[in-house]
């Protein structure tokens, strides 16, 4: 993921969701990706490859997952997205793909994991 890339998810996020808005913006990314971890997407054209990877994210991050798995987890959500855009299967659903793969990101950054 490029730095261009991770800025305009983390610029898109900062304007896009007023209704999270709180005093501590970490609390707010965690509380998005915590909210997502039993999501995958049901976009206009199925891609079963990327649903897996989406699937074997969200069972990395069941509990409280390590900076290990978040990393992990990253990975597998951006190549999940990756296989998303192959198929123009742009749309909502997909696009949180991208951004929790950001957020993930900026949590193991933070050190906001377990060891």
């Known amino acids: 993921m490029t730095v261009k890339k991770l800025l305009f998810t983390v610029a898109l996020l900062a304007f896009s969701l007023p209704a999270y808005a709180a005093e501590d913006p970490e609390a707010n990314i965690v509380q998005w990706e915590k909210a997502s971890r039993n999501f995958v997407p049901h976009t206009s ?56 793969v950001a957020w993930l990101e900026h949590l193991v950054e933070e050190g906001k994991c377990r060891k």
């Open 45 to 100: 054209k199925r891609v079963p490859a990327a649903d897996i990877l989406v699937r074997k994210a969200n069972a990395l991050l069941k509990g409280d997952p390590t900076c290990h798995a978040m990393v992990r987890a990253s990975k597998l959500l951006d190549q999940a997205d990756d296989l998303y855009t192959k198929v123009n299967a742009f749309d909502g659903d997909m696009r949180t793909v991208g951004r929790r």
